[in-house]
């Protein structure tokens, strides 16, 4: 069991590890073919586009793991512990209402995406896909940063 939840901890990595080599070997790959002119892949941008948007968020989702979303530690390591740890739960309360409030108006875009049918124009894959990297990487980065909010308010010593 302890082995699983150390393999879920480090889910966004694992992810993140697969999709960036892809994304750049699909990038070489056309524009090495492009430039030699032995042929055209015409789905390989479209590939590229979509696998960035989900690396963008699977990477806001690692950097929510480790509280580097609005820090500045030089200010807040200057203020005495309490007001740190009042920081603390004021910047976990702005960014799970931040990924609520996304994640929130996300369902209201997929759930038109699958409505209207849309597919993308080179993959023909469907759209409400794409749109999904924006609700699954606000609900991971709700799920981190209250955990790394709350693992910090533990701690001895807050930033």
Request: contains cysteine.
């Amino acid at each position: 069991m302890n082995k699983l939840l150390v393999r879920l901890n480090n889910f966004e990595e694992y992810v993140l590890a697969v999709l960036m080599p892809l994304m750049c070997v699909v990038i070489f790959i056309s524009t090495f073919f492009r430039f030699t002119k032995l042929m055209v892949i015409p789905w390989a941008e479209e590939l590229a586009r979509y696998t960035m948007i989900w690396i963008l968020f699977f990477g806001i989702s690692a950097a929510a793991k480790r509280g580097e979303h609005f820090c500045v530690t030089v200010f807040v390591s200057l203020l005495p512990q309490k007001i740190q740890k009042i920081i603390i739960v004021v910047r976990m309360i702005l960014m799970a209402g931040f990924s609520l409030f996304v994640t929130r108006f996300c369902i209201f875009i997929i759930q038109s995406q699958i409505r209207m049918g849309q597919i993308s124009p080179s993959l023909g894959w469907p759209m409400w896909t794409m749109y999904s990297a924006v609700f699954v990487g606000c609900c991971l980065m709700l799920i981190r940063y209250v955990g790394h909010g709350i693992q910090e308010l533990r701690s001895d010593s807050a930033r």
